[in-house]
Every structure is written in structure tokens, then in C-alpha cells.
């Protein structure tokens, strides 16, 4: 098969869309290197993540905007793309970032597949400003009923678009992403004292990673802390936004300076021997499509509490803790029973480590090749 990715994405993020589809694209080609792989993309940019994708998967082959389309390369990804289908003999296009070309039923020959992560900007408008909102509902909900095949990182996910777009349930396949493998291997000492020391780590704290946003709710876990005894520290990483000054502004209210910290720009080399030196890893969102950082911290043999609402228990399996995402005194009660706890920390970190190891990167690869093939069997 020559099967092509809008792989803007997985060129020029670094974060969940870019490592989904790093991930992906990697898992493909390391369990079916007969396949030709081809990523379509506005333009080049070099990364360390870019990098380690290469040398992963060397046989990747790129194709960028040519003639007119270098002038107006969003919209190359919107419509210039579809009449090179066809040229470059494609067989499967898979949209890896909840969008296809919007001209996609124009080529005959490659048929389509779109990843869908979350419809948050439905659930949740007053995240998003109306001009987006608009724009993604159109792009997102076309896109959909144009695909031959419709990929849900959750079951969560699906029902949003049976229920909001309107699609026939048989067209969506729910698949699980895995994460990056660099979290199941055991950090080495010179590498957590190397990531101890460059970020000023405490020596007990809980972990959330994500960005610093309203529907992340850091603040509920900051709230907490007031109820936790303050040898324990906690560590929020991830990027800055508005709400991070609200965020700042308990914390300085609540002179919690000493035992917060909010770290920016870190390397994501860095993020294992973060994880695995924590005692409890927080993910308190209110909605997610997946919560990758919860599969993270599984792998990473860290026990979890995250929040009720979405589909985080998919992600975090039953031996994971959930609270409601507004219940600071239950997350305080929870974290203190973990902290008090080695032993039950222990079991809960051993069994989310086997549940999370059922979101494997060849049992995705796998799922997807399965579907590529299904499609084209099905061609008249």
C-alpha cells in the first residue's frame, strides 16, 4: 500500500496532536515496512522530535506545496493536496488531525480516513471564541461525513460524533493511541539526577502535566494542597496561558510559593525521569478525548487520579482513582491516602502498568493496517 498522512501535525507540533501522530507514523512503519509511507506538509521544520521520527522510520518520504501552492500553503492543505492523490498513486489518506481535505471526494482513487480526538469546542463553546468554533464545526463535521472510514481515539469520542454530527456508529473505529515508549523504560540514575537538579525538583511531589488552561483545572490540585502536609510539593508542567495567572494568584494568595511549581519549556527527554520520581500524578481535566498523560504516567509506574466526566476512565482503567473535577476536598482526601500509603501506591502503579500495556503501539498499528485493508477490499 501507499498510504499518505497529513502529517502537518506530526512536522510542526510538539505536544498531543504532534505525538499522536509521531507515534502512529512510527508504529507503521517499525511493523509494516512494506507499506510506502508519504507525509504531506505545508512546510519543513527541524526538531529533535523530527529527528528521532527519521531515524526511526528512514524510508519516510515527504511532499511539500509546489507552483502556486508555496503562496498559500494553509489552503494547500485544504485543497491542493487532493489532485496529488491521484498523481502520487496513493492508496489509503489518512487526516491524522481531525480534518481532511474538503475537496477529498473530488480523487477517486485513495480512499480517506480521518482521526477524530475530541469535539471539546462543542461540549464546551466558552473554551473556544466563536470564529473557531464555527470554523472547526464546519471543517470537522464535513470532513467526517466525507471520510470512508472515521478513526475515534476513544469511546467517549465516538458518541460525541454519532451524537453531534450525525454519523452511522458502523463508520467509526474506535482505536487507542499509545504513547511515546520512552516512558516504559526505567530512567537511569545520572538521567533523574540530571532532571532533578536543572528543574529544582523537591524531594516528594505530585505530577501534572498538560497546559496551564481553564479545562485542564490545575487550580483544583493547588487548592488541595492546603490540605496536604507540606513535606509534598507539587509540579505542574506544562505551557503557559491565561488562566495561568489565576493559577499564580491562588498560590501567592495561599503563600504556597515554596511548595508549587510551575515549569515551562521542558524537555520532552526530560519528561520520563519527571515522571517516575513522582509519588502521585494529577490529571484533573474536565474533558479530554484520551488523557495521554494518564497512559504516561501508567507506563511510567506512577498510581493516578484523575477526574470523572470524560473518557479518563478509558484511559486510566479501574485501578486508578477518580474525583469529581470540582471536588477539592476529595482530591485532597485521596492524595493524602495515597501519600500515607506506599503499599497501596505500589499495587495501584503495578496494575495500571499492566493496563496500560493493552495500549500498545502494535496493537494500533496493527488495527489500523486492518482497516487501510478492509477499504480497499471493499472497492468496487
Known amino acids: 500500500m501507499r498510504i499518505g498522512f497529513d502529517a502537518k501535525r506530526a512536522i510542526q507540533n510538539f505536544t498531543g496532536l504532534g505525538n499522536y501522530s509521531r507515534c502512529l507514523i512510527e508504529a507503521l512503519c517499525r511493523y509494516y515496512p ?169 524531594e516528594r511531589y505530585v505530577l501534572n502535566v498538560g497546559s496551564i488552561e481553564e479545562r485542564k483545572n490545575a487550580l483544583l490540585t493547588v487548592e488541595a494542597m492546603l490540605r496536604v502536609p507540606e513535606s509534598v510539593h507539587l509540579v505542574i508542567v506544562g505551557k503557559r496561558t491565561p488562566y495561568t495567572e489565576k493559577v499564580e494568584h491562588f498560590i501567592e494568595e495561599n503563600r504556597l510559593q515554596g511548595r508549587v511549581h510551575l515549569l515551562h519549556n521542558v524537555a520532552f527527554r526530560h519528561l520520563p525521569a519527571l515522571y517516575q520520581q513522582a509519588e502521585v500524578f494529577v490529571y484533573p481535566s474536565r474533558f479530554e478525548g484520551f488523557g495521554i498523560p494518564v497512559l504516561e504516567a501508567l507506563h511510567s509506574q506512577v498510581p493516578v487520579i484523575a477526574a470523572t466526566g470524560s473518557c479518563l476512565e478509558e484511559a486510566g482503567g479501574p485501578d486508578s482513582v477518580y474525583i469529581h473535577p470540582d471536588d477539592v476536598s476529595g482530591m485532597a482526601s485521596v492524595l493524602n491516602r495515597l501519600l500515607d500509603n506506599p503499599d497501596e501506591r505500589r499495587y495501584r502503579a503495578e496494575q495500571g502498568k499492566r493496563f496500560a500495556a493493552r495500549f500498545s503501539e502494535k496493537q494500533q498499528a496493527e488495527q489500523l493496517i486492518n482497516l487501510y485493508q478492509s477499504l480497499l477490499a471493499a472497492q468496487p
Open 34 to 202: 512494506g507499506n510506502e509511507y508519504l507525509l504531506f506538509a505545508p512546510a519543513y521544520r527541524a526538531s529533535r522530535q523530527l529527528d528521532t521520527m527519521l531515524s526511526r522510520c528512514p524510508s519516510l518520504e515527504f511532499r511539500y506545496p509546489e507552483g502556486m501552492w508555496k503562496h498559500v500553503r494553509p489552503l494547500w492543505r485544504t485543497f491542493g493536496i487532493t489532485h496529488r492523490l491521484t498523481d502520487e498513486q496513493i492508496d489509503i489518506y489518512h487526516g491524522l488531525s481531525n480534518e481532511l481535505p474538503l475537496n477529498i471526494r473530488k480523487q477517486k482513487r485513495a480512499k480517506s480516513v480521518i482521526t477524530v480526538h475530541d469535539l471539546i469546542f462543542i461540549r464546551y463553546p466558552h473554551y473556544y471564541q466563536p470564529a473557531d468554533r464555527r470554523l472547526y464545526t464546519y471543517k470537522y463535521g464535513a470532513s467526517c461525513r466525507n471520510a470512508d472510514a472515521i478513526v475515534a481515539i476513544s469511546e467517549c469520542t465516538k458518541r460525541d460524533i454519532v451524537n453531534y454530527f450525525h454519523i452511522d456508529p458502523a463508520k467509526i473505529h474506535t482505536i487507542y493511541q499509545g504513547c511515546d515508549p520512552s516512558f516504559a523504560l526505567p530512567a537511569s540514575e545520572a538521567a533523574k539526577q540530571e532532571v532533578k537538579e536543572r528543574y529544582q525538583l523537591p
